[in-house]
């Protein structure tokens, strides 16, 4: 490559504006809020490096519109690829069936692991839900990734993520904030309550052992929903509208039991 060349190519990486950056399209519709360390037996705070409340806001409408709008999409030149997957997940596995209820589920929670590694789950809420609509079944949307990487591997593809590159972006078992990984169905009134990934990252992990009961009893530890490994730092810079919000999570909703060793062996090892 001459000097001319290189020059136009960091000319051009120059101009490209803040709002086509990978990292920021893929987070532009999460919002994150610390929950703060209580520091007593028991809490989550205990084994991970920071908790966070997430929530999605733009979330799509509940009618079956989902193909139509796909085609759309893919088919618009203008929008970014990061973008154009973000806009496919969020109608994707979105969209309930006509003869379901939309519950609105609360916050969920996401621990954030010394190791980088994220623990999804349906946040401490879930389980006064299920006090008034018990919970029926479990249904996971998300799909793993049929392809074996090795730690090498993963970073390269974290690093062409970053870079924009589609190849990586659109590879199978990666997921958006917006992304589905599960479904919670209801017994009343067949409703059902969707979980987001709030991560932008590969999935590593699905928890195949979640069941009615376990998420009920220990939704922040043993019920998890899913482990993501995500790409560029967790969480995002805080927006300037996402910084003037301020948020505050009681302590009791916190308490948990002891720390399950099935998790431990996941994030350690």
């Given at each position: 490559?001459?000097?001319h060349q290189?020059s136009?190519?960091?000319s051009?990486?120059?101009?490209r504006?803040?709002d086509?950056?990978?990292?920021?399209?893929a987070y532009?519709?999460?919002?994150?809020?610390?929950?703060?360390?209580?520091a007593?037996p028991g809490?989550?705070h205990?084994?991970?490096?920071?908790?966070f409340a997430?929530?999605?806001?733009?979330?799509p409408?509940?009618?079956?519109?989902?193909?139509?709008?796909?085609?759309k999409?893919?088919?618009?030149?203008?929008?970014?690829?990061?973008?154009?997957?973000?806009k496919i997940d969020?109608v994707?596995?979105?969209?309930?069936?006509k003869?379901?209820?939309?519950t609105?589920?609360?916050?969920?929670?996401i621990?954030?692991?010394?190791?980088?590694l994220?623990?999804?789950?349906?946040?401490?809420?879930i389980?006064?839900?299920?006090i008034?609509?018990?919970?029926e079944?479990i249904e996971?949307?998300a799909?793993?990734?049929?392809?074996?990487m090795?730690a090498?591997?993963?970073r390269?593809?974290?690093?062409?993520m970053m870079?924009?590159?589609a190849?990586?972006?659109e590879?199978?078992?990666?997921?958006?904030?917006?992304?589905?990984?599960?479904?919670?169905?209801f017994q009343?009134?067949?409703?059902?309550?969707?979980?987001?990934?709030g991560?932008w990252?590969?999935?590593?992990?699905?928890?195949e052992?979640?069941?009615?009961?376990?998420?009920?009893?220990?939704?922040?530890?043993?019920?998890?929903?899913?482990?993501?490994?995500?790409?560029?730092?967790f969480p995002?810079?805080?927006?300037d509208e996402q910084?003037?919000?301020t948020?505050?999570?009681?302590e009791?909703?916190?308490?948990?039991?002891?720390i399950p060793?099935s998790?431990?062996?996941?994030?350690?090892?």
């Amino acid at each position: 490559m001459t000097n001319h060349q290189k020059s136009k190519r960091n000319s051009n990486k120059r101009k490209r504006s803040s709002d086509e950056d990978p990292f920021k399209l893929a987070y532009q519709n999460a919002s994150f809020t610390c929950i703060p360390s209580t520091a007593r037996p028991g809490s989550p705070h205990r084994y991970f490096k920071e908790s966070f409340a997430f929530s999605l806001e733009n979330k799509p409408p509940s009618e079956s519109v989902e193909n139509d709008a796909d085609t759309k999409i893919e088919n618009d030149p203008s929008i970014d690829v990061v973008d154009k997957k973000a806009k496919i997940d969020q109608v994707s596995h979105q969209c309930l069936d006509k003869e379901e209820t939309q519950t609105s589920l609360k916050k969920q929670v996401i621990h954030h692991h010394a190791n980088g590694l994220c623990i999804i789950t349906a946040g401490d809420s879930i389980s006064d839900m299920a006090i008034e609509n018990d919970i029926e079944r479990i249904e996971f949307i998300a799909k793993m990734s049929s392809e074996s990487m090795s730690a090498g591997e993963k970073r390269k593809q974290q690093a062409k993520m970053m870079r924009g590159k589609a190849s990586a972006i659109e590879k199978e078992g990666v997921v958006t904030p917006s992304t589905v990984l599960a479904k919670i169905h209801f017994q009343k009134n067949k409703a059902a309550g969707k979980i987001y990934a709030g991560v932008w990252g590969n999935l590593v992990e699905l928890n195949e052992r979640l069941t009615p009961e376990l998420l009920k009893s220990d939704p922040l530890l043993e019920g998890y929903i899913a482990i993501v490994l995500p790409t560029g730092p967790f969480p995002p810079p805080p927006t300037d509208e996402q910084s003037k919000e301020t948020s505050s999570i009681n302590e009791k909703d916190n308490e948990v039991s002891l720390i399950p060793t099935s998790i431990l062996e996941k994030i350690e090892g």
